[in-house]
């Protein structure tokens, strides 16, 4: 079955870094994009960065430059690099499958950052 555990999610100031981790199942990596969305409280969820099987990447203009995205097949995991944080980027984050997620999401984890 398909499923996905995000973690690595926390409090920071802005300016701050977080390392978020996606633990992956019931995928085939090595066919997979996927991707990483975010929702604040009251708003859709929107993706911010995807990466391709063999690791092309996109992002949304407004993570561009501060964000880096990545995975490891052979662990199916999936890893976010956000730097210079902003209080905007407070939200719940989520990995799933792209282009088309999977109806599994998992339960998020939260960011939060100060001013």
């Known amino acids: 079955q398909v499923g996905f555990v995000e973690s690595g999610g926390g409090l920071v100031q802005a300016g701050g870094s977080l390392w978020l981790s996606c633990r992956v199942s019931?995928?085939?990596?090595?066919?997979?994009?996927l991707g990483w969305f975010r929702q604040i409280p009251g708003t859709q969820r929107d993706k911010i960065a995807n990466i391709t099987a063999d690791h092309r990447t996109s992002y949304i203009d407004a993570v561009k430059g501060r964000f880096t995205i990545s995975r490891d097949n052979a662990k199916s995991e999936m890893y976010l690099q956000m730097n210079n944080l902003k209080p905007e980027d407070t939200a719940v984050y989520y990995c799933?499958?792209?282009?088309?997620?999977?109806?599994?999401w998992g339960q998020g984890t939260q960011v939060a950052v100060s001013s």
């Open positions: 019931g995928i085939i990596m090595t066919w997979q994009r």
């Open positions: 799933n499958t792209e282009p088309e997620p999977s109806a599994h």
